[in-house]
């Protein structure tokens, strides 16, 4: 009976402490607050508050690097000032433990406020940036969390600069500037457009979306309103459904700037302030906008496992951004084309160009498509010289790979199913059903129980491996077929590529496998002349007039040093595709290539 009553006691002592414990964490909160007094200066000013957390130390994190963007940026490195108070104002004792951590020690006080400055000015999607224009907040170079803290709900309150009078972004707004988060995840993800920016509304699918324009730009805004509706629309009929309830466009109008960066309810845009006087240039900018926009379910929902939850100290490691960026990057043209803005024959123009740059890339036969997603930490950011020679692109080669599974679908089911089976049916599996990330296995066989066919030879030849197709394999299912408009040249293939400097010319890059590279050719080498006559800026009038096997004598300085290189003239093997359609296509090959494209809907 003893032991018995001993058991009853722990046991309600053990609940007394998980009640405590638990009414302990549903009392803590999480608040930050956002000024910039002053914004020439580039400098953010942060204070983040935990409330109802006694410890004897906190520490603070600043993540090293931007989901969507894989590459460890050091973000803590702009940080300033790092300091710390109670609730009274009394400073607490602070220490940096490691590149990006700072220890607080609260000696278990109810409220501990961090406080810091951020320096800011590096305008691209995937930092943060501030001057006496406006402000642009990515929330992982920003915002520091406490260890341990990341999922407790918070609130976000903004001081914009006086005069600066609106803030975009995809938080919830519960009073002016002031917003709520769920987890830090959430915080982290929602980028803020702080100044007196445009903003536009329009409703696609029965959702409002927001459009934040920043910077002057040649837009008509009824217009881009409009084409961006259909864009968005396009986009859900693919998914079947709209995840949101609010989506917010941040376009940032710039001299020069392009690419974009996705998050769960919103987007950061760059583009060229005068893209949208051309056709070419305004549906460039709708491609864009489809390629974020289709992340909204590819990769912020629909993920490879690794991506999530993020581990924001460390790289997360997936040989899946093929699917993620690459498949993405399929559709976003797509997306454009559906929506009635290009023709079937320009986009087939766009298609064969995917497949030309892949095709012209000496890294393609190096680097398989699986091994740069899983080495993007290390090598698609940082490219140097050298980087055609031995990688390939994963939203490039994924985008091809994207159309090549499409063909095999479609010609396998006779029309009745596509790639956007494979994209819902994953959607709804891993996301919705499963609530996880998917495995790379798991995407191949989503591909087979679609297609019905096993994609063992694909996948090992094409994704892991550096095998080139045989394309018109594969787009015959759609009556097309692919010409080398090269085949029969004979122009040389010189391979490398210069530039002038102070009046030199010199070697940027050289191509594997090309005349330069097979002859010794170095970057940063000196040309000076060839066959006896100075180069200068007539490189190319030299190089012109030279035949496959011919040998030039190449003067050139090497670090100081005089030498010649003998190179000789080899054949350009580059390839120039064109679809051509085939001139009686069966009923099947129409109905694909109809269905494919959506022709009707024109």
Known sequence: MLKHNRFKLSLLLVLFLCLGNAAAALAAELRYTLSMPEPHT???????????????????????????????????????GFEATDKAGKELRTEKIDKNTWRVYSNKADVVRAKYDVYAYELSVRTSYLDASHGYVNGTSIFMYPEGYQNLNGTLVVKPYNGWDKVSTGLKSTGKFTYTFPNYDILADSPLEIGTHEVYTFTAAGVPHEVAMYGEGNFDPQRLMADMKKVTEEAVEVMGELPVDRYVFIVHNLQRGGGGLEHLNSTTLQTSRWNYGTESGYNGFLSLVAHEYFHLWNVKRLRPEALG??????????????????????????????????????????????????ENTPGNKIQPVAEASFDAWIKYYRRNENSNNAEVSYYTKGGVLGHLLNMEIMEATKGEKSLDDVMRYMYQRYYKKMGRGFREAEFKEAVEKISGRNMDAFFRNYVHGTQSPNYNEYFDAAGLQLVNVNEGSNAINWGASTYLSDGKLLVRGVNRGSSAWNGGLNVSDEIIAINGWRAGDDLERFISNMKVGDTAKVLISRDGMLQTLEIKMQKDDSVRYQFIRTDNPTQLQQKIFTKWLEISNS
Do not use: C, Q
């Open 309 to 358: 939850p993020f581990d924001y100290n460390n790289e997360n490691y997936t040989r899946l951004l093929w699917v993620s960026e690459g498949i993405t990057s399929y559709y976003d043209d797509l997306i454009v084309r559906r929506a009635g803005f290009t023709s079937p024959d320009a986009y087939l123009g766009v298609v064969a160009g995917s497949i030309n740059s892949v």
């Open 42 to 80: 580039h400098y953010f000013e942060v204070e983040a508050e935990l409330s109802g957390v006694k410890k004897n130390y906190v520490d603070f994190t600043m993540p090293v690097w931007a989901p969507g963007s894989y590459l460890v940026r050091e973000f803590a490195k702009n940080v300033e």
